[in-house]
């Protein structure tokens, strides 16, 4: 099998994984990404099965547009429907992407409501129907690309024995274990020692199966001691990449304003011509992740957010520089 995760697995480090954020790691975003330090692997927006195989297609499916130079890439999905995963499953092989990802982990409530993300961690046989029919869309397309979960630690209360377990049992090439229940949301510190507890699961139950730590990484050399600790094989980050846009690189970098401007121009100008016009004001978001950390970042920054267009942004950036 071309299995990227066992690629990826080392014996003395982890590897690094740029987290799925929906809104944020679109093709733009990671092309970015790659140039300022790249990670190992990365992961698109979650991408609904659902919405894919109903005449909303070509909305839905404009988040797994990528760039040869993103690979490799894992496509993630979620949704209700076992049949609409083997569907949708079918056709990523064909796009080429290096895996699928199916989110088991969202704690969002009208997800959770539907029964879908991390509502599955209570329905485990809704998880191994949506497991088995995405593994069947991926054979029914005669790919021998990797399939793994991304979830939670538990639901209400953490549960590695029970969930985790289950899913060791699903015959998966890599799990990504965020360290938070979904009742936990975001709102407290990620539990590293529950993590632990999965991978000392994975040893026991399936030892074949990577597992990636998740939660509240903050810089390389933290997750370099948390995947020490833990025993993962793998680190993934996500919100650490906007307090350091750095974060994957082995060697400490800290780039001056000037600099900083010309790749919050090049973000701009990439994202005008892969989305038009469009998603202008999200894209606001991101300023802070370049500009931060300088005598007078506060002051550039309200000004660059009076912004109206693509265009406006980009000669205000000129004007600093
Ligand atoms: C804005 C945002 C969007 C997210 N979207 C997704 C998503 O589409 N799929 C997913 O599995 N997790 C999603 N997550 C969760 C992250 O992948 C990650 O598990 C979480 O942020 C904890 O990791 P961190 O502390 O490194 O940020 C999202 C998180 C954020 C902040």
Redo the contacts with the bound molecule.
């Keep these: 099998m071309n299995n990227i995760w066992q690629k990826l697995k080392k014996e003395n480090e982890p590897f690094f994984v740029l ?7 679109d093709t733009v975003f990671r092309q970015m990404v790659i140039k300022l330090s790249p990670p190992d692997l990365m ?1 698109t ?2 991408v609904n099965a659902d919405g894919y195989c109903s005449p909303g297609r070509e909305a839905v499916g404009r988040r797994l547009r990528y760039t040869k130079k993103e690979q490799p890439l894992i496509a ?1 999905i ?1 949704g209700l429907n076992p049949v609409n995963y083997r569907q949708m499953a079918k056709d990523l092989v064909g796009m080429g992407f290096a895996g699928i ?1 199916i ?1 088991m ?2 704690p969002v409530k009208d997800v959770v409501k539907k029964g879908a993300c991390s509502a599955m961690i209570l329905n485990h046989e809704l998880a191994a129907l949506v497991i088995s029919e995405t593994r069947a869309g991926i054979l029914d397309a005669g790919g021998d690309i990797p399939l793994s979960v ?1 979830t939670r630690i538990g639901y209400n209360e953490p549960d590695v024995t029970s969930w985790i377990g289950f899913l060791l049992k699903q015959n998966l090439d890599a799990i ?1 274990v ?1 360290g ?1 229940t979904r009742k936990q949301m ?1 709102k407290v510190p ?1 539990d590293w020692q529950e993590i632990a507890r999965a991978v000392k699961l994975r040893d026991k139950l399936s030892p074949q199966t990577v597992i990636v730590g ?4 903050m810089s390389r050399a933290q997750g370099e001691s948390l995947a020490k600790m833990s025993g993962v094989d793998g680190v ?5 990449i906007f307090h350091d846009p750095f974060i994957f690189s082995k060697t400490a970098k800290k780039a001056d304003l000037k600099l900083m401007l010309k790749y919050l121009k090049q973000h701009i100008e990439l994202h005008q011509k892969t989305w038009g016009g469009e998603k202008f004001e999200p894209l606001k978001k991101f300023i802070k992740m370049y500009i931060s950390g300088f005598a007078g970042s506060s002051e550039i920054r309200a000004k660059l957010f009076a912004a109206k267009s693509h265009v406006d942004l980009i000669k205000m950036i000129d004007n600093i520089v």
């Design positions: 987290a799925p954020m929906e809104d944020v790691t992961v927006e979650f993630q979620w990802d989110n982990g969202c991304k990504t965020h938070r975001s990620a998740n939660g509240d990484v993934m980050v996500g919100r650490g």
